[in-house]
Nanobody, 126 residues
């Protein structure tokens, strides 16, 4: 499985960005279902959970720090997951990673994800 994030960049405080995570399967592999999570890691800090979405899209989860500002969604036919980020703050500055687990259910625990993207940098200037 290959995950490719995009959409990161430099934005001012209060601005918005939309991150995308495109999932592609290796030849010969198929998925019946997968849930997706977004995590981030700021310089000098540990990786932290941001958001997650179930395979059906019915269940979504958010860290308290982003609740009400970030929205996770998925376009299953396109195998793409999105993270819409608004009202961005300098403390949102981090490398954002998407991760996939071969399960219908999402989780907030990084260790329970099977595949990870390379990350995309989001910088919010004050």
């Amino acid at each position: 499985v290959q995950l490719v994030e995009s959409g990161g960049g430099l934005v001012q405080t209060g601005g918005y960005l939309r991150l995308s995570c495109a999932a592609s399967l290796c030849s010969g592999r198929t998925f019946t279902a997968y849930a997706t999570g977004w995590f981030r890691q700021a310089p000098g800090k540990e990786r932290e959970f941001v958001s997650a979405i179930s395979w059906s899209g019915e269940h979504t989860y958010y860290a308290d720090s982003v609740k009400g500002r970030f929205t996770v969604s998925r376009d299953s036919p396109k195998n793409t997951i999105y993270l819409q980020m608004s009202s961005l703050k300098p403390e949102d500055t981090a490398v954002y990673y998407c991760a996939v687990r071969e399960s219908e259910q999402a989780t907030t625990w990084a260790d329970e994800y099977d595949y990870w993207g390379q990350g995309t940098l989001v910088t919010v200037s004050s």
